[in-house]
């Protein structure tokens, strides 16, 4: 079984391409940790952990779908935060992409990310077809 790497236009490629942002192998996807980061530096949006988190799980969906799937297919999410007190407000954003069965998922606080002012980090496991 052979990795696929999978793109989007809406998900930046990282600088020297040290990492895949999606493998597919077989009907896995497997999507690296998905921020607020604007391509040329900064955060995109309002700066805030909710504005922030729509933008991560905005860039994981897409390149669910790019890899042929949908949101629906998504099993496993890894959130990261850098304030465990913004917790509170992941659950709501998260509804407003995801539907019952929701994704399992594991959220950790952490002390930092790549860029000092990303809030929320999100990786993601989907299997193709899975969903409803």
Do not use: W
Request: with cysteine; charged share 20%; glycine share 12%.
């Amino acid at each position: 079984m052979a990795y696929r790497k999978v793109t989007s236009p809406e998900v930046p490629e990282p600088p020297g391409e040290i990492f895949s942002q999606c493998l597919v192998i077989g009907n896995t996807v497997h999507v690296s940790g998905q921020h607020a980061g604007a391509p040329g530096g900064g955060v995109l949006g309002d700066g805030s952990v909710a504005d922030q988190a729509r933008y991560s799980f905005r860039r994981v969906i897409a390149l669910v779908e790019a890899a042929g799937g949908t949101a629906a297919d998504i099993a496993k999410l890894t959130i990261y935060l850098t304030r465990i007190e913004d917790r509170p407000a992941i659950g709501p954003i998260r509804r407003e992409f995801f539907t019952d069965p929701m994704p399992c998922s594991t959220l950790v606080g952490i002390s930092a990310l790549a860029a000092p002012d990303l809030l929320i980090e999100v990786d993601a496991v989907a299997i193709l077809g899975a969903g409803a």
